[in-house]
């Protein structure tokens, strides 16, 4: 871990027991050993708390990936594949227009006035078709 061969080791031991001495170096090594825990333990809550923040992530990717699939339109797929800035559409709304003012048609876009539209909903019976006059009811004198 740090390169430390044994008789480096052994090297540090001694001159452990000659400065803190043998009655206290029990004590000093079991609150060595306390630390060494409380740093492992405490490395252990954050490599937990990383791999948490990461499956987060990858939750939210995946979220994100679900509700572009739940969100998929053919239409918005088509339309940013062949117009992505939109011009096709405004030329097609132009001619649109414009074939709309040559031939006098109202456009869909345009408000037609209410006898006009009730003219356009109701168009009466065809100039073709012949009516049949109604049968005149006569009365008949009661005996």
Do not use: Y
Request: aromatic share 4%; no cysteine; net charge negative.
């Amino acid at each position: 871990m740090f390169d430390i061969a044994w008789s480096e080791l052994g090297v540090v031991a001694v001159v452990a027991l000659i400065v803190i001495g043998p009655k206290d170096l029990p004590k000093v090594l079991r609150t060595l050993g306390q630390w060494t825990a409380k740093a492992r333990s405490m490395a252990r809550e954050f490599q937990s708390g990383i791999d948490d923040m990461v499956r987060e992530t990858e939750l939210d990717e995946l979220r994100k990936a679900a509700k572009q699939v739940s969100d998929f339109s053919i239409e918005k797929e088509v339309k940013k594949t062949f117009d992505p800035d939109g011009s096709l559409e405004k030329q097609f709304a132009e001619h649109n227009k414009a074939i709309m003012d040559a031939t006098g048609a109202v456009s869909p876009t345009e408000t037609a006035p209410a006898e006009t539209a009730t003219r356009i909903a109701d168009p009466g019976p065809a100039p073709d078709a012949v009516a049949e006059p109604a049968p005149e009811k006569t009365e008949t004198p009661k005996p």
